[in-house]
C-alpha cells in the first residue's frame, strides 16, 4: 500500500472540490471517507504525484482498482476517462432518472467499469437530483 501524506490528501480532496472526480458524488452525502486513487496505477508505471491522484468515492475507485483500460461494445480497447485530461461533460451526462449516461467511447468504458449506473447508485443519485445538489 502507497502512503499518502495528509497534506498531499487534502490538496487533492480540496482540488476536486471534495466531491468523486468520477461520478461527481459530492463526499458530503456518504457516510464513508474518500480514497485517492492512482489515475495511472502504480502496477502500470503511474507516481504519487498530484498529477496523477484523484480524489474518488468508494464505489467507483473500488470497481476502477488498477484498471486504466476497458474494451467498448465493438471490442475496441478503450481508455477510461483521466479527470487530468479529460473535461466530465463531454464524455458524461447526468439524466433526471439518476442514469449517467455516455457521450463518448470513453464515456461508456468509464460507466461500464465502474458501474456508474448500479441501481443503488443511481437512487441515490437521483435523490441528490431532487433535492438540487446534481442538476
Known amino acids: 500500500m ?19 472526480e468520477y461520478c461527481l458524488t459530492p463526499e458530503f452525502f456518504l457516510a ?5 486513487d492512482h489515475i495511472r496505477s502504480v502496477k502500470h508505471g503511474g ?8 480524489y474518488a468515492c468508494p ?14 461494445n465493438d471490442d475496441e480497447i478503450v481508455r477510461l476517462f483521466n479527470p487530468r485530461i479529460d473535461f466530465w461533460i463531454e464524455h458524461f451526462e447526468v439524466l433526471s432518472d439518476g442514469t449517467i449516461a455516455s457521450l463518448s467511447s470513453i464515456g461508456e468504458a468509464t460507466i ?3 458501474r456508474f449506473n ?6 441515490f443519485r437521483k435523490s441528490l437530483i431532487e433535492i438540487g445538489v446534481i442538476s
Do not use: M, P, W
Not at 502512503?3 to 482540488?15: F, G, Y
Open 59 to 72: 464505489h467507483c475507485n473500488q470497481n476502477k482498482g488498477s484498471d486504466i483500460a476497458s474494451y467498448s
Open 32 to 36: 464513508t471517507t474518500f480514497h485517492i
Open 47 to 54: 507516481k504519487t504525484i498530484l498529477r496523477n491522484l484523484a
Open 2 to 20: 502507497i502512503r499518502i501524506s495528509e497534506k498531499l490528501r487534502l490538496q487533492v480532496a480540496q482540488n476536486a472540490d471534495f466531491k468523486c
Open 118 to 123: 448500479q441501481l443503488e447508485r443511481i437512487i
Open 112 to 114: 461500464n467499469t465502474l
